[in-house]
């Protein structure tokens, strides 16, 4: 059944059956929202680029275990 699941899929399952993925998928989701507008600006502060540097580095911690979750999924609804 997992085996032509794509990613999307898979997410949309755990944010309906897990809390915590849920949360990660709804923090991931602010952290986006908030680099586009940052990066939508002509002339950013120092502020602004720590925020931006530090943004992309928990964007990219939440993705990954976001990833580990859809590999847990993926794994365990192969084995059948």
Known sequence: MALG???QRIKEILVKQNE???HLNLEH???DQ???ELNNR???T???LIELRNLKKHKLRIKDSMQK???EYR???THW
């Open 20 to 22: 915590h993925f849920k």
């Open 29 to 31: 989701q602010q952290f």
């Open 69 to 71: 979750y859809i590999f």
């Open 46 to 48: 120092e502020r602004e």
């Open 42 to 44: 002509k002339f950013k």
């Open 5 to 7: 699941m794509n990613d």
């Open 75 to 77: 794994k365990n609804k």
């Open 34 to 36: 908030r680099l586009k």
